[in-house]
T-cell receptor, first 111, second 114 residues
Framework: QQQVKQSPQSLIVQKGGIPIINCAYENTAFDYFPWYQQFPGKGPALLIAIRPDVSEKKEGRFTISFNKSAKQFSLHIMDSQPGDSATYFCAAEITGNQFYFGTGTSLTVIP | DAGVTQSPTHLIKTRGQQVTLRCSPKSGHDTVSWYQQALGQGPQFIFQYYEEEERQRGNFPDRFSGHQFPNYSSELNVNALLLGDSALYLC?????????????FGEGSWLTVV
């Protein structure tokens, strides 16, 4: 059973566009929701994270929107650049327990 | 400051063999988790070690075992390898408690079973 469902599987945008990646979860005990970025041949790297008491968090060009009632959260990348082309994973955790990852979104930003 | 280091980076094993993967956590981290990432999938939690004990385990068979040493480094052992064990094995380190929300991944060990 997939604890965290992620969509879309792949995404192609023009440079400067705003790709949006969505995730949904069922377990209301989750209390930490990070996004990871992974380049080919590398391990995932933490990009940005949010806790459920906040509806939005912004760090640079990356923004998480969190909807607790809908049990959904999303990643927005402002002014996307070709260097943002990577695979993005959402995840959810109950603090002190394991992380559950989504299936990933392959983002391609066309120059 | 060295991050999480893993070895070997790539290896090829034959079905039925055994493999040992190694991980050194980020400096100051005492908790190590192992994940399996199949091609095109997200990482799947295998188990976590803290104070040399397995603290949590995901849905993986007993063929997957591990160990944590007093210096916090860790090993992942897989016995009786199956073709389906081919994947990227990721080690992640963290601090316990709330600080453990932030986990740092190594670059992984690519295992191919033939």
């Amino acid at each position: 059973q997939q604890q965290v469902k992620q969509s879309p599987q792949s995404l192609i945008v023009q440079k400067g566009g705003i790709p949006i990646i969505n995730c949904a979860y069922e377990n209301t005990a989750f209390d930490y929701f990070p996004w990871y970025q992974q380049f080919p041949g590398k391990g995932p790297a933490l990009l940005i994270a949010i806790r459920p008491d906040v509806s939005e968090k912004k760090e640079g060009r990356f923004t998480i929107s969190f909807n607790k009632s809908a049990k959904q959260f999303s990643l927005h990348i402002m002014d996307s650049q070709p260097g943002d082309s990577a695979t993005y994973f959402c995840a959810a955790e109950i603090t002190g327990n394991q992380f559950y990852f989504g299936t990933g979104t392959s983002l391609t930003v066309i120059p | 400051d060295a991050g999480v280091t893993q070895s070997p980076t790539h290896l090829i094993k034959t079905r039925g063999q055994q493999v040992t993967l190694r991980c050194s956590p980020k400096s100051g981290h005492d908790t190590v988790s192992w994940y399996q990432q199949a091609l095109g999938q997200g990482p799947q939690f295998i188990f976590q070690y803290y104070e040399e004990e397995e603290r949590q385990r995901g849905n993986f068979p007993d063929r997957f075992s591990g160990h944590q040493f007093p210096n916090y480094s860790s090993e992942l052992n897989v016995n009786a390898l199956l073709l389906g064990d081919s994947a990227l094995y990721l080690c992640a380190s963290s601090l316990p408690g709330l600080a453990g929300n932030t986990i740092y991944f190594g670059e992984g060990s690519w295992l191919t079973v033939v």
